[in-house]
């Protein structure tokens, strides 16, 4: 009978699952930001860079709800993947993740699928990653104040990352509830602060990690030189960032394709962008020094990628081992 052509064709064996403690547990953050500084770079790069990968999909839910589907492939790390990513703003009143995501690992010779990882653990900390990994290449070495604007998992991810590469001496932390802020503030050893203006002045790096749809911080509170690294607001239609800040700072984004079609920041502003990421860290595109810079990070597909590959290598290796 037919179906058992059908099924000869098919496959009984599933993919291995990893758990978000396993890919906490494999995923090391040192490793991580160097892997990426060399994704971004590749990705910028072009053809000859070898990264493949098209500007994430999204089928709109409801007005703050979407499915993202984010495929990759890197030849110079063989890695190819693809993350199924949900966001749902109306889950924080229900006291779960606004931000829930798979990872399947496929192997690059057969297509075959060989993992399914957790994607909260690996969204949380590549997108922290990319953060430092511009925080590392921008940052001056006096700088001391580092301020986070939102108090959720990216918050914490990213004071875990960017502590990686530059130590500050004052760590200043906002959220909208105070209750939560003063919690969050206490994990990663900081301040909590009761208003964005005052978290933000002075401050010599600026994280913002928040669900707003409408610009939140103001240009007139942020120093001359300071790094603004914007994660919120994935969508065309949402931002963080007052227009002052967005025209008075030079704009560079992961991705101008993506940028041009999801950052709300850049496309409501009209702001133009300078560069790319990978052009900055390459040294093909040269930031004037003294200038107050907006990273505008969307998340790509190929930091999943190169993350997952990361987590399941480790994984291979301490199986052979045992």
Known sequence: MSINYIMKHSSETAPEYLGASTVYRLLDMSKLINALDKALRDFSAGPSGGVVMP????????PSSFLGVMPGYSRSDNALAVKLVTFFQG?????????NAVVVLHDPDTGIAKAILDGGVITAFRTAATSAVMVRKLVPRNSSVLAIIGCGVQ???????IRNV??????RVFSNSAERGKTCAEDVN?????SIQNAVQGADVIVTVTNSTTPIVKGEWVKRGAIVTAV??????FRELDDV????????VDSREAAAKEAGDVILSGAEVFAEAGEVLSGTKVIPAGST?????LGLAIEDVIAAKLVYDKHLAEQSSS
């Open 55 to 62: 500007v994430r999909s999204t089928v709109v839910v409801g």
């Open 232 to 237: 919120g607001a994935p969508r065309p239609d």
């Open 293 to 297: 810079v907006v990273f505008k990070s």
């Open 245 to 252: 800040l967005m025209k008075n700072s030079v704009v560079v």
């Open 91 to 99: 889950n924080t009143e229900k006291n779960i993740p606004t931000h």
């Open 190 to 194: 900081g301040m909590y602060y009761g």
């Open 166 to 171: 530059h130590q500050f001496g004052e760590v």
């Open 155 to 161: 918050a914490r991810s990213h004071a875990i990352a």
